[in-house]
């Protein structure tokens, strides 16, 4: 094997597939980029040399490199016949019967997410533009950062997609650190029983499993949904990337809660790809978002209930003069609408005078059908209701641990 140009750093050596490799970690550790110095299949070029992108979790390697990434990988029960093959063939088939069902669930079960987790999902470029305008929220499907970082390639991250784009030589995406775990749950079918049913003239994107998986013909990865498909609040410096087709990531925005603006991080040599991004003001570096619209993310400080803002593993904090104040934050939760209407549970979203956004919280084609639900993304459905026609209407509240203070030294 060929090393890549000496101008990269951290080079290691790993074993893939019964083969040696020169290797550098990538993601913290969660994936490494390989090289060749021939063509295989599945390399890209690389200047002199050829590379792709493999999941820590595939290959051997002595650095202990996974472990940096302070994620567990998936963990296959331990069975007499089982391999990650035969989860992952289970993993596809929706109509996999209890025993096989109990056994995907169970290696599902394993995908933890804990407070300051990197969770992902991907943009098409009219969703980008959509998120540097509109309120600091996310929703929907999504992914753990571990799981799909071996996906660098555009071709390869189109697997993700949500909402299909027509562009296939770049892709975008959202990255944000999970406040709580109790903010998602699995894809699988005991959390969402009509996903699995809706054909396809009422989708976007690939069909979900109900597995708990996404659809795929060479990989096992585990699948989230915002919990009850409700939004959820950004956590600061959250980012709007970009993958290239040399494989490479991109941080194009990041989010700054105190200042409420999107920041243009990338520099003058990326605007390309910012300019791939349709509606954006060519040279505009800050986008501003709703101060007042924070998915109700709230917290009792200095003796009142306030806006607040999470930065998982430094707390939370509230707005004081445009900074994050030094007083403590104690009860911080998060609240949503609910509320039925045409006998279908729905989440309130928005007001425009009298009308009102709802989005199923549990989709299904008889409830697309009454409510005359659009498929915004995949997996999500909305439609605009009068507001008297509400009924029911109820606040959920999701409540957050408040992290203990480092000791003083």
Known sequence: MQAPPAAQTGITEIVWHDRRYRARAAAGGAAFEIYSDTSEPGFQPAGATFHRFVHASE?????????LAGVAPLAIPVMPGITASTVHQYSQNPRIGPAERALVSATRATAFITPGT???????????????????????????????AHLRFPGDRIVLSGDPDDVRDIAFGLRWRAIGPDDYTSSELVNFPGLVGIPGRERRGSMVLGTGFLPSGTHLIPEYATAGLADLPLSARAEILAYTPDGAEIALFQYQPQTNVWNRVAGARHR?????????????????????????????????????????????????????????????RRFHTRARWRDTEVLALGRNEDWVRLRLSQPDIEAIMAADATCVERGVYECWAPLAELEDPRTILTEYPVPPSPPIP
């Not at 290959?59 to 472990?67: A, C, N, R």
């Not at 910012?274 to 978002?289: C, D, S």
């Open 59 to 67: 290959v051997t390697s002595s650095g202990g490199e996974m472990l």
């Open 272 to 332: 390309d790809l910012v300019n791939r991004i349709p509606g954006l003001e060519t040279g505009r570096t800050l986008f501003r978002v709703n101060p007042s619209v924070h998915a109700g993310l709230t917290g009792e400080h200095e003796g009142e209930r306030v806006p607040i803002t999470a930065d998982p593993g430094h707390g939370f904090h509230a707005y004081a003069r445009g900074a994050a104040s030094r007083s403590p934050i104690t009860a911080p």
């Open 118 to 148: 990197r969770m992902v999902k991907p943009l098409s470029r009219h969703q980008v533009s959509r998120q540097l305008t509109s309120a600091p929220l996310v929703s929907g499907l999504c992914f753990r950062e571990f799981d799909v």
